[in-house]
């Protein structure tokens, strides 16, 4: 066989597309009836008709309200190509979709050769015969996806689902991002659209999938597993082959004849190979994998190349469920982190560097852990690439979220379809540690009344207790599954029990939060608006007011900005500031404390607690949501506060059984003994006492030192006194009483301002206590970004601080507000 016929893929990405409407729904302009529009691919027809001027892209201003005709009209896109000559030398032509988002049947040349039914599944269409030399067409005819869901839900009965109280389609019966129909972060963008399409031609055989296994036998040593399925023409003998090398050397080789069967595993012994470990544990040693099958002349018909890493990873439950620990080659590891969501409104906006910079934001936080949410999509390559690179643990949702899912018709199918390709493609990946069988679907039936208003329907149980666990067990041995989060390890049994399985805690804030001691929690969080800059983008200058309706518009959880901001405000700071300079610069430290709180309680109750993955790390739209990075990728003040409380080593102060208590967490490999200074200082910097506590922490644990009372006394006066420890990491702060209840007085502040190499140097000298210095840099320039946020100062301490930037600021406005910000008087400057 000659070695033209391998493997042959002619990508239509670049191709011209276009998109039209065929069924205009109702609010459509009238240019959309009779119009066609310039498409692109990656991408979908809201971005489409944005790029035309048709309709506004909704992450501007309100045009969420003005883009809902879109989900209630169908669309064709199509594309015309040439197909490559050498396409007609093979036996087996195809045509592959990706990422198809929406219902859409598939034509080539006329001819109806197939259905998308999922943005989960790669398509595979047979269209061997079906081109030409000429020309050739390739459309996809999408049918309106708010009516196709609305058919479905008429077919296979209506059930409860997240946002159904306040007018959000019932996503359940779509395979589909859940949250594009929106949620309490996002808006409603039901869309079409496509990633990727392609003609793939070959001849004999081609690797289906490849699934690398890594194994370790009881002396230690490793070896590769590979498991290989073939799509084949016939029963042609073929070799498939496998090689393990890195950057210095050949490690490993095995290979196979294949005569008749499909599938064939290889065993690649891996001498010598280092392990790899999770950011903070050790390196993340990557080996060079490559697969490809051959004919019996030695030609080569195709081939796998990927990157694997050699670790083990179980989860610990204990005896009897009392833990929930993942293990990674037998070192219980502490996962901290947050929740990864979709980061754009559309995948065709999301490069891979883009995901690239969002993982190192959150290895920059001091994360190890991220969890792929499911109400999202299973992320790209370049997502896995980069947390096998930087040692991120990966916690994979399958995309069942917030719903009870039917288990008629088409969807098991579908589903365990899914499952079966996402296993088999993120299997390589060392990063990936738990597969999970979606969120709160189990705590929603439980909880939420949905149990009462089901009856007897189906509502996935079968799904995350027979379909996905199976699946995983069959393709994927080497990895642990959990059926639901929250859940609690068994049917009936309260889905948040704090004593079993992980948690989601919602029921608490701030000082709530020591009220629970979980064994490991997936979410938790508090709002906080975006920065200035992605705000005045989204929604202009004009709207930047407490209570603006575009402030109103952009917060989406269903109890609003009263009881998320104004309460709390009340509460801690006695007022909700009219202006809203104050009123963000507050919501920023109300998340800053509140996260901070949440990850030093849980962090100093390990063992018992394994872990806190906070909600969320990102976003997709410029608004109030839980997140720490905006949409616009800038860094919120609250995530410097979530990467000091998950720093290596921390020093904490916590109210424990009535007692005020010092506690260390050392998250490194070293013990720490060492004396400790703990200090009562007066808010006018005159010191009240100072002590020396010997204190001991082992390795990878966390330690109470002892009470600050025994150590200090108590506060001569709770209004105007804190407690300061230091000598083992950042220092500690404790404030005896709500800021409402403080004595700070008048903060003065001097500082100047200094041009350096890539930004300027704000040098700060504090006079008083100065608390929660916010510097907000994006008044200035969208590309500002402060190195730390949220600082305290205390009486004649001097602190640098550094703005990063490549333009020119007004240096003098760096050091009054709004862009300078403290507690004690939002509007008082440095001068």
């Not at 506004?56 to 064709?76: C, D, L, N, V």
């Not at 996809?140 to 946002?163: D, T």
């Not at 890594?214 to 070799?239: I, N, P, Y």
């Not at 008048?746 to 350096?756: F, H, S, T």
Request: charged share 25%.
């Amino acid at each position: 066989m000659p070695s033209t016929l391998g493997l042959l893929r002619q990508g239509l990405e670049c191709e011209h597309w276009t998109v039209r409407a065929f069924a205009p729904g109702e609010g459509a302009p009238a240019i959309v009836r009779n119009g066609l529009f310039k498409s692109k691919v990656p991408g979908c027809v809201h971005l489409d008709l944005a790029r035309a001027h048709i309709a506004p892209h909704p992450g501007k201003g309100f045009a969420e309200r003005q883009t809902q005709w879109i989900g209630r009209t169908g669309w064709i896109l199509a594309a015309e190509f040439m197909a490559d000559e050498r396409v007609f030398a093979r036996q087996r032509c195809e045509l592959v979709l990706r990422g198809v988002d929406g219902p859409a049947d598939v034509r080539v040349n006329g001819r109806t050769v197939g259905r998308t039914a999922s943005s989960f599944l790669t398509h595979r269409y047979p269209v061997t015969g079906e081109l030409t030399k000429g020309r050739n067409r390739v459309e996809l005819r999408f049918e309106p996806i708010l009516a196709f869901i609305e058919k479905e839900r008429q077919r296979l009965g209506a059930r409860p689902h997240n946002g159904d109280e306040v007018g959000w389609a019932p996503f359940q019966y779509v395979r589909a991002p859940a949250c594009m129909f929106g949620w309490d972060w996002g808006p409603r963008v039901a869309t079409c659209g496509l990633d990727a399409a392609a003609i793939e031609t070959w001849s004999t055989a081609r690797l289906r999938r490849v699934r690398p296994h890594c194994m370790q036998d009881d002396s230690g040593a490793w070896s590769v597993q590979v498991d290989v399925e073939l799509d084949r023409t016939g029963d042609d003998a073929v070799r498939v082959s496998a090689m393990l090398r890195d950057s210095e050397r050949d490690i490993g080789f095995a290979g196979s004849e294949v005569n008749g069967p499909r599938q064939t595993t290889l065993h690649v012994r891996a001498p010598g190979v280092e392990t790899w470990w999770p950011r903070g544990h050790g390196g993340q040693k990557l080996y060079d994998l490559h697969v490809w099958v051959s004919d019996a002349e030695g030609t080569a018909l195709d081939d796998w190349t990927g990157q694997i890493g050699f670790r083990t990873v179980r989860l610990n439950q204990g005896h009897s469920g009392e833990r929930f620990a993942i293990e990674v080659n037998g070192r219980a590891i502490f996962c901290k982190g947050s929740n990864w969501i979709p980061d754009a409104l559309f995948s065709g906006e999301v490069t891979g560097d883009r995901v690239r910079k969002r993982v190192e934001q959150a290895c920059a936080g001091n994360m190890n852990m991220l969890r792929v949410w499911g109400g999202g999509r299973y992320e790209q390559e370049e997502f896995y690439r980069a947390c096998d690179e930087l040692g991120v643990l990966v916690w994979q949702d399958f995309m069942l979220a917030c719903a009870m899912y039917p288990e008629e018709g088409e969807l098991p199918g579908l589903i365990e379809r899914e499952a079966e390709e996402q296993v088999s493609r993120l299997c390589a990946h060392p990063s990936v540690a738990l597969w999970c069988g979606g969120n709160e679907n189990v705590w929603a039936r439980q909880a939420w009344g949905w149990k009462q208003r089901l009856g007897a329907a189906t509502w996935g149980e079968r799904y995350i207790t027979e379909i996905l666990p199976g699946v995983c067990a069959r393709l994927d041995p080497t990895r642990p599954y959990w059926a639901n989060s929250p859940w609690s390890g068994s049917g009936e049994r309260d889905a948040q029990d704090v004593s079993a399985g992980d948690r989601h805690t919602w029921d608490k804030e701030f000082e709530g939060y020591r009220e629970l001691t979980p064994l490991f929690t997936s979410e938790l969080g508090r709002q906080s608006p975006a920065t200035w800059a992605t705000l005045v983008e989204a929604i202009g200058r004009e709207q930047m007011g407490v209570g603006s309706e575009a402030m109103g518009f952009r917060q989406r959880a269903l109890a609003g900005n009263k009881a998320i901001y104004a309460n709390a405000m009340q509460k801690y700071f006695g007022r909700e500031p009219e202006h809203i300079d104050e009123w963000l610069y507050l919501a920023h430290v109300l998340q800053g404390r509140a996260l901070t709180i949440a990850a030093e309680w849980h962090r100093l109750h390990q063992p018992r607690c394994a872990g806190l993955l906070t909600w969320q790390l990102n976003d997709c739209w410029a608004g109030l949501t839980w997140s720490v990075i905006d949409s616009g990728g800038r860094l919120k003040p609250g995530w410097h506060a979530l990467r000091r409380a998950f720093a290596p080593r921390v020093t904490t102060i916590q109210p424990i059984d009535g007692r005020v208590m010092l506690g260390l967490i050392n998250d490194t490999p070293e013990p720490f003994e060492g004396v400790l200074t703990v200090r009562r200082v007066g808010f006018d910097g005159r010191e009240a006492c100072e002590r020396r506590a010997e204190a001991r922490v082992d390795a990878r644990s966390s330690a109470i030192v002892g009470g600050v009372a025994e150590m200090v006394g108590g506060a001569g006066d709770e209004r105007s006194e804190l407690v300061v420890v230091e000598g083992f990491g950042e220092r500690a702060l404790w404030f005896w009483r709500d800021d409402v209840d403080l004595a700070y007085g008048v903060p003065v502040c001097r500082g100047r301002v200094e041009k350096v190499d890539g930004g300027y140097e704000l040098r700060l000298h504090a006079e008083t206590l100065v608390r929660d210095v916010v510097i907000e840099p994006t008044r200035l320039s969208g590309d500002a970004e402060c190195d730390d946020q949220l600082v305290t100062l205390l009486p004649g301490e001097r602190r640098t601080l550094t703005v990063r930037t490549k333009g020119e600021l007004e240096a003098e406005r760096l050091l009054r507000p709004p862009v300078l910000m403290c507690l004690q008087n939002s509007s008082q400057s440095a001068r």
